[in-house]
């Protein structure tokens, strides 16, 4: 399954949160392949198990498009 671009996104994110509240927050990588498949300015989308694009997957998990 080519789904680490939904790994990298939600550790980057968990570590950070970790950094900055000094607490463990467990996030969902399947969350993230099932709802951030959404087209970004340079066409390039997230296709689940076929490989993703980070920006996609930040701009979702970071609530911006």
Request: charged residues 10%; proline residues 0%; hydrophobic residues 35%.
């Amino acid at each position: 399954c080519g789904n680490s671009y939904a790994f990298a996104v939600v550790g980057a994110v968990e570590a950070a949160m970790a950094f900055e509240t000094g607490k463990q927050t467990d996030l969902s990588v399947q969350q993230v392949m099932d709802c951030s498949s959404d087209t970004n300015q340079m066409h390039e989308t997230n296709l689940f198990c076929n490989g993703g694009n980070l920006q996609s997957t930040w701009n979702y998990v970071s609530g911006t498009s």
